[in-house]
């Protein structure tokens, strides 16, 4: 039971992480394309 909380957790961080690189890239992105418009 202790495992599956462990786990869960884990995987919540994961997930996270993931949401952050995902917006951090869009952003990234949107910077990128702005700069290379006249």
């Not at 202790?2 to 786990?7: D, F, P, T």
């Amino acid at each position: 039971m202790l495992g599956q909380m462990e786990a869960k957790k884990i995987l919540w961080k994961i997930g996270l992480f993931r949401d952050f690189l995902a917006g951090a890239a869009v952003c990234l992105l949107k910077i990128c394309g702005e700069s290379n418009l006249p």
